[in-house]
DNA sequence: CCGTTGCCCTGCCAGC
DNA sequence: TGCTGGCAGGGCAACG
């Protein structure tokens, strides 16, 4: 499941891979999954457009086209963006490839459908919704504490909404929580002083150990050159239910919060 | 405005 | 063995 260190990993490959690049085809083979603006046919648009960056924007790879169009991906929960070479076979479930100047392929594959790629145009204001990036400075504690202030949503559930805070999914809130020994069903608005600075620091911590690491891999996520992450054999919660904490070994118990699995201890998150 | 629920979609797996 | 139902979940729409 691509969150922030999944497809910053993805998007890191990318920049090494295909910046410098052209698009000489576009083959779309699930028109719900290639979107355009209105009036522009996503396969044209691209066409003989020049690669000049990828970034990343809380879950989106984002490349920057020489028009100066943006192409967004959202990899949802079992997309892959990979770098293929010429003659290589197709993942199972392609459904948009481009054909790259040199002969290799951006392959855009997703079992579930659920992932989109999204044409944007230049001066279009697409994250104006968008939370923070936690690992950039303007994450300060008083910006995290005017986000959470007030706010009775479960604080696991907050975590997960993008338009508070970019990039985390369930993985990260689970695993941020734990280290900051916070209950997940806490309402946001009562973390204060010392256990929200230990949320905030929690979360840029395990961001940023998962990065290194390449990334988590439950299930299908691999990265630009198809590889699988590491931060999988790190995890203290996500998935461990019934497992001792590696904390104080009480058994890892599971709940729903917002709609999601959340996994959790019982003992030593207050 | 705010917060919650349901839907999309397929693969996997426990249970019968 | 083969089927079925439940679960996995990011983002969005609909609802109260």
Do not use: H
């Not at 691509?2 to 990318?14: D, F, Q, S, Y």
């Not at 396969?43 to 000049?52: M, N, T």
């Not at 990899?75 to 392609?94: H, I, K, S």
């Not at 461990?240 to 709609?259: D, K, N, Q, W, Y």
Request: hydrophobic residues 40%.
């Amino acid at each position: 499941m691509p969150e922030l260190p999944e497809v910053e990993t993805i998007a890191r490959g990318l920049r090494r891979a295909i910046v410098g690049a052209q698009i000489l085809a576009v083959e779309v083979r699930k028109p719900k999954m290639a979107q355009a603006p209105a009036g522009l046919d996503f396969s044209a648009a691209l066409r003989g457009e020049c690669i000049e960056a990828v970034e990343r924007r809380a879950k989106y790879v984002v490349i920057a086209l020489g028009s100066g169009r943006r192409l967004l991906t959202s990899l949802r929960m079992t997309g892959r963006l990979v770098v293929q070479a010429p003659g290589e076979r197709d993942f199972p479930a392609t459904y948009v490839v481009l054909d790259l100047s040199d002969g290799r392929r951006l392959a855009f594959a997703d079992t579930r459908t659920f992932g989109r790629m999204r044409l944007i145009e230049p001066n279009e204001a697409w994250d104006a919704e968008i939370g923070p990036e936690p690992l950039e400075r303007a994450f300060t504690g008083e910006r995290f504490g005017a986000i959470l202030a007030k706010r009775r949503t479960p604080i696991k559930a907050l975590l997960l909404d993008q338009r508070r805070v970019a990039g985390i999914g369930n993985i990260y809130a689970c695993e941020s929580l734990w280290l900051a020994g916070i209950r997940p069903s806490r309402p946001a608005g009562s973390l204060r002083g010392p256990a929200r600075e230990r949320l905030r620091r929690s979360i840029i911590d395990v961001l940023e150990r998962a990065i290194e690491m390449r990334g988590t891999t439950v299930d299908d996520y691999v990265d630009a050159e198809g590889l699988k992450g590491g931060f999988q054999n790190a995890l203290a919660v996500y998935g461990r239910l019934g497992e001792g904490c590696l904390r104080c070994g009480s058994p890892i118990r599971r709940t729903v919060i917002a709609g999601r699995g959340t996994w959790w201890c019982g003992q030593c998150q207050r």
